[in-house]
């Protein structure tokens, strides 16, 4: 891995945190509660980052590329152990202590940053085993019907009135995640049924019995049902919070990726997405920066993916803009509006095509 890839292993640095507050358990509610600060250290870093607008290095010989699928499992490896630490630490102090709720956060952060952002790349992989670990990792939010709803269906329909995942202009936050998170499972479960051959599939039809999303939700109750034999009910719901953090940050992601774009075309162009130049967000969060190549390009691994002049801008990278959406989001439409009016996108294509 060359120098300047190095800048890739600031992805660990989410974790680091979460890592800290688990492996020094049990704390003090006055320490627990300071580790909460940790989100916005990454806020801050984000704000005081550099701009990353420099071309992806190329690959110099077939296999190259190999530090950056291990840095994938490595944070694979990091999420699962952060999270079987912390299930055993609600299990060993209860739903009465500080670890228990500060835990849930710190250790749900990291689910949204590093197990959802890392399962999201690896379920565009060709691989069937990097596709089965992300199915793994989103299992652990009990979200695995992401794989299905996003790659068959949020790829296809992405600036669509039929895609759940779009957030729509002058959407807020909460309006968009109580319409998003039941939309994209009844996709799913579409997309699933309509491969085995009908959309329409009773629940009690056999065929059923092949879909992924069937699948993945079998999973997800023998993991739930595993830790509630295993560890107990304050495990079973320490392990729902964690989810619940992680879908919630997912979704507000997912919020001010295409918030208020229409595509225009029949297929998907690098004006469908929002970028950001932040340094940051490009190194810390597995390519997210570059979300625009991403929807052109979905098999492109994360440390090739190019800087898009032409795609609108977020005014900053990924930490800050989740914090916008949720604690100003008043402030995160004007702001977006501006954007769009600029580049002519969203609402006011229409406009300027009426010229």
């Given at each position: 891995m060359r120098v300047p890839a190095l800048r890739h292993l600031l992805s660990l640095l989410p974790p680091a945190m979460p890592a800290v507050f688990v492996a020094t358990a049990p704390h003090r509610w006055g320490v627990a509660l300071a580790m909460?600060?940790?989100?916005?250290?990454?806020?801050?870093?984000?704000?005081l980052s550099g701009r990353a607008r420099s071309a992806p290095e190329a690959s110099s010989r077939e296999g190259s590329d190999?530090?950056?699928d291990v840095l994938l499992v490595a944070h694979a490896a990091i999420h699962f152990a952060l999270l079987a630490g912390y299930l055993r630490l609600a299990q060993r102090e209860?739903?009465?202590s500080?670890?228990?709720?500060?835990?849930?956060?710190?250790v749900g952060h990291n689910a949204g940053w590093s197990a959802i952002i890392v399962g999201h790349e690896l379920i565009h992989r060709r691989s069937q085993g990097f596709q089965l670990l992300g199915r793994a990792l989103l299992c652990t939010a009990f979200y695995e019907h992401f794989a299905t709803e996003h790659v068959r269906g949020h790829h296809v329909r992405v600036g669509t009135g039929d895609d759940p995942a779009t957030a729509r202009f002058g959407e807020t936050l909460w309006a968009f995640k109580w319409r998003t998170i039941p939309g994209q499972f009844r996709s799913a479960w579409r997309i699933e049924c309509r491969r085995l051959g009908d959309e329409r599939?009773?629940?009690?039809?056999?065929?059923?019995l092949r879909s992924r999303?069937?699948?993945?939700?079998?999973?997800e109750l023998a993991l739930g049902l595993g830790t509630l034999i295993c560890l107990g009910p304050a495990a079973l719901?320490?392990?729902a919070l964690q989810a619940w953090q992680a879908i919630n940050l997912l979704e507000t992601v997912n919020y001010f990726e295409h918030w208020g774009l229409s595509r225009a075309h029949r297929r998907v162009s690098v004006l469908d997405s929002w970028d950001t130049n932040s340094e940051f967000t490009r190194y810390a969060l597995i390519g997210l920066a570059r979300h625009a190549d991403h929807h052109t390009h979905p098999a492109r691994p994360y440390q090739t993916l190019r800087h898009i002049e032409e795609s609108p801008k977020l005014p900053h990278g990924y930490p800050p803009m989740v914090l916008m959406a949720d604690m100003w989001n008043s402030r995160f439409q004007r702001v977006m509006t501006d954007e769009l009016r600029r580049r002519r996108l969203g609402p006011f294509a229409v406009e300027a095509s009426a010229e």
């Open positions: 909460l600060s940790s989100p916005f250290l990454l806020v801050g870093m984000d704000l190999w530090p950056f209860g739903a009465g500080a670890d228990f709720w500060v835990g849930a956060v710190l599939m009773r629940l009690w039809d056999a065929r059923l999303v069937v699948h993945g939700v079998a999973a719901v320490a392990l």
